[in-house]
Nanobody, 125 residues
């Protein structure tokens, strides 16, 4: 069975850094595009960053460009989100999601079918 498990969340001060990890199992990892989403209190889920099957392409929501970096290690079945220069508005539950090659789209936020449980990121001012 497919499992997607995030880790690395926590409490940091504004301007600090955090690295999230997402380990996937039960699927052919290299056949899935991966993405990070987040849900802040009182807000809808938002796409944050995505990475293509081999890691050759990435895409970020404007609010995190230049601060966050998504990467993947297919040998470890793991995707990462390096978050630098964190701001209080980054506070949210962060979710990892997987999209199969067969459902790939030019819309980076569409067609993710496997989701992790989320990890809390809290940024204090």
């Amino acid at each position: 069975q497919v499992q997607v498990v995030e880790s690395g969340g926590g409490l940091v001060q504004a301007g600090g850094s955090l690295r999230l990890s997402c380990a996937a199992s039960g699927l052919t990892f290299s056949s899935y595009g991966m993405a990070w989403f987040r849900r802040a209190p009182g807000k809808e889920r938002e796409f944050v960053a995505g990475i293509s099957l081999s890691g050759g392409s990435t895409y970020y929501v404007d609010s995190v460009k230049g601060r966050f970096t998504v990467s993947r290690d297919n040998a470890k079945n793991t995707v990462y989100l390096q978050m630098n220069g964190l701001k209080p508005e980054d506070t949210a539950v962060y979710y990892c999601a997987a999209r199969p090659r067969t459902l790939q789209s030019t819309d980076w936020g569409r067609n993710y079918i496997y989701w992790g449980q989320g990890t809390q990121v809290t940024v204090s001012s």
